[in-house]
Each structure stands twice: as C-alpha cells, then as structure tokens.
C-alpha cells in the first residue's frame, strides 16, 4: 500500500495564477480531508469530504475549492492564488472512529 | 465545541531524560484523543489514540499516554529520551461530524546529547 500520495510535492504560483493539488489513498477510505500548516498555528481544516461526491468546508474554506469524483481522491483547487495562501498543505483521509492517515505534504509559495 | 491546549511550544530535554508533552482538551462529548508526531518535512504520522477502555494507551516509539478524565488530560510521555525523537508532536481531539480533528498548536521535543 502507497497510504496517502500527494501531487506535486513543491509548487511556486505567481499572484492570480490557479492550480489543483491532487491526493489519492488506496486503503479505500470514507473521509478525506485538506489541511494547511502555518508556523506557530498547528494544522487547521481548509474542506473535508465524507464519502465520493460530498464535500464541506472547514475551518478556513475561503479563497479554495474541492471535489471528490472518486472515493480515492480528493482534489483542492486555487482558482486565484494569492500570498496568504503560501503554506504546507496536508491530506489525510480515515475510517470513522479511527485515526487519520497523512500524506507527505505539497510546499506552496506563491510570490 | 472541542479544543486542545497543548502546555509549552517548545520542550528541550537531554538524552536518556523523561520526555513529558502536556495536552488538555475540551469536548462536549466523550473523546477521542491522539497524539501525532512530525519529522522535519514530513506528514504527520499517528503515535497512539485513546477511543475507550484502558486508559492507559501504548504507542510506537516507547511513546505512552493517559487519559484523565477528571483532569481532561491527555500527557505523552517517553521514559528516555533518544535522539531520534526530535520532532514535533501534535494533540488533537476528534470531534463527532465527519471523524473530524481539532490539533492542539503543537510541541517542539528538542533532545540534548
């Protein structure tokens, strides 16, 4: 089992531009979920999806959207990418009452 | 709403020393708690979980942690230090809608030769 991939690993966007992150899992989980990582601010919820087809947003949505076509991947988009949005973002997806699983991690720095 | 506070940004102890990561929370709800760790430039990677029963939980890496209750407390703690634990490590909380996670700010473990 691979776990949790992500797609790509670095990425630098000018002000404006749009890009997707993908991530996939093959341990054939319900939840999936889209996370950034800031110094001094821990992990916070950017959407989540409970199963193929639904998502919801979570703590800081703004500014990015997501889908979740297939059951194992869960896509975030930027449609206009600006500096505040320069971060580490994480996957992870999970069973119900289990633990979450993590990806690697995308670095994304837009100037 | 649930929370997690974890005591101290950063903890520094030296090699063969107790490690001691302090984490409370809060919950409306009967909780499911877990701690995380993080190496530099990697994803978060699962150390223990309490869901029910001993409350006593074992974890990889001779990382243990208990949940008290009264104290809503969940500590981690490591009996030695080895160098290899340097890393941060995260709290978080499990909340009921979607199996979703509340993460404390996280902990820096420094370990000193």
């Known amino acids: 089992n691979a776990g949790v991939t992500q797609t790509p690993k670095f990425r630098v966007l000018k002000t404006g531009q749009s890009m997707t992150l993908l991530c996939a899992q093959d341990?054939?989980?319900?939840?999936m979920y889209w996370y950034r990582q800031d110094p001094g601010m821990g992990l916070r919820l950017i959407h989540y999806?409970?199963?193929?087809?639904?998502?919801a947003k979570g703590e800081v949505p703004d500014g990015y959207n997501v889908s979740r076509l297939k059951k194992q991947n869960f896509l975030l988009g930027l449609e206009s990418a600006a500096p505040s949005q320069t971060s580490v973002y994480f996957c992870?997806?999970?069973?119900?009452?289990?633990?979450?699983?993590f990806g690697p991690g995308t670095r994304l720095t837009v100037t | 709403a649930q929370s997690v506070t974890q005591l101290g940004s950063h903890v520094s102890v030296s090699e063969g020393a107790l490690v001691l990561l302090r984490c409370n929370y809060s919950s409306s709800v009967p909780p499911y708690l877990f701690w995380y760790v993080q190496y530099p430039n990697q994803g978060l990677q699962l150390l223990l979980k309490y869901t029910t029963g001993a409350t006593l939980v074992k974890g990889i890496n001779g990382f243990e942690a208990e949940f008290k209750k009264s104290e809503t407390s969940f500590h981690l703690t490591k009996p030695s230090a080895h160098m290899s634990d340097a890393a941060e490590y995260f709290c978080a909380v499990r909340t009921n809608a979607g199996n979703m996670l509340t993460f404390g700010g996280g902990t820096r473990l420094m370990v000193k030769p």
């Open positions: 999806s409970v199963g193929e087809g639904t998502t």
């Open positions: 341990m054939n989980h319900e939840y």
């Open positions: 992870a997806s999970s069973y119900s009452g289990r633990g979450q699983y």
